[in-house]
């Protein structure tokens, strides 16, 4: 597998294509949005009497609200925009037109089935987790913090399978069975590398986190300020912080999320397609020398 080139290329998709960032601001989990709210007056819940629950409702209820509200919009914009950009990558590396609304629009053509796929996903891990707090209820509670690695290596072959699979899903259309089956064989025939590729990206991931977080304070402290001085409703204050801070949040984790995206795709292109500039390639066969 050649590790430059993936990363080399993903770098310079994200670089060359920006209308890419729009659907790697939602598609990777790279995004990096301005969710900043300080109260000038914190809530003290020291001095909260028993019978004052009404008040912490009254203090929680527009914080809820905002959170659970984005959390809805950018889960339905992730589910559009992921496999948007996995299409718009698929074009432009391996041939034909992209366009921004062209892949837009099949993004929402695999809307349920990336729901579908998210959901089986989401229900696998959490039937994980909740079998292994099961066998430690039932031997000891210690037992949980072994079953930790058993977890994290359930997570690991989750999370590879299924990001193969997405891939799988939007470049050859298929369905979520057929999908999740090419995933497992990719997987299970190349373990060694989905290793090197999640280790590639976790000290990227490192690096770049510590860039853009500099970076986003640097930005996001003016607007903040300015959102502060407009209003001091608190869900007026997430939405204002958000829509704001959203041409920088496509500048910043647009390109971090279509780079980290563009580097598991093209990934997966080398892995299916040894055509591909991303494959191992064999090496030369020998030169038959004179007698």
Request: with cysteine; net charge negative; glycine share 10%.
């Amino acid at each position: 597998m050649n590790y430059g080139k993936i990363v080399e290329d993903s770098f310079g998709l994200g670089w060359k294509y920006k209308s890419l960032w729009f659907f790697g601001l939602f598609a990777g989990s790279f995004g990096e949005f301005n969710f900043q709210y300080k109260a000038d007056e914190p809530f003290d819940f020291e001095t909260l009497e028993y019978d004052s629950y009404q008040s912490v409702l009254e203090y929680l209820a527009p914080i809820l609200a905002a959170v659970l509200v984005m959390v809805f919009v950018l889960s339905i914009l992730r589910l559009i925009c992921s496999p948007a950009l996995v299409d718009g990558v698929n074009k432009i590396t391996r041939g034909g037109t992209y366009k921004f609304w062209d892949s837009y629009s099949r993004g929402l053509d695999f809307f349920w089935r990336y729901l579908g796929i998210n959901v089986l996903f989401a229900a696998v891990m959490i039937g994980v987790i909740i079998v292994s707090l099961g066998i430690a209820v039932l031997i000891h509670w210690l037992i949980f913090f072994l079953m930790i690695p058993v977890i994290m290596i359930f997570g690991f072959v989750g999370s590879s399978v299924f990001g193969l699979a997405e891939r799988s899903l939007v470049v050859r259309d298929n369905s979520i069975g057929d999908a999740l089956e090419e995933g497992w064989v990719l997987f299970k025939n190349n373990i060694g590398k989905c290793i090197v590729i999640v280790l590639i990206i976790f000290g990227l991931a490192l690096a770049l986190a510590i860039v853009l977080a500099l970076m986003g304070f640097m930005f996001y402290f003016p607007i903040n300020l300015l959102v502060g001085g407009i209003t001091e409703n608190i869900a007026l204050t997430f939405v204002l912080a958000f829509i704001l801070g959203l041409p920088v949040s496509i500048v910043l984790g647009g390109f971090g999320g279509t780079f980290f995206h563009s580097l598991y795709t093209l990934f997966y292109f080398g892995l299916v397609d040894p055509s591909t500039p991303y494959a191992a390639h064999p090496p030369a066969a020998p030169t038959p020398t004179q007698p």
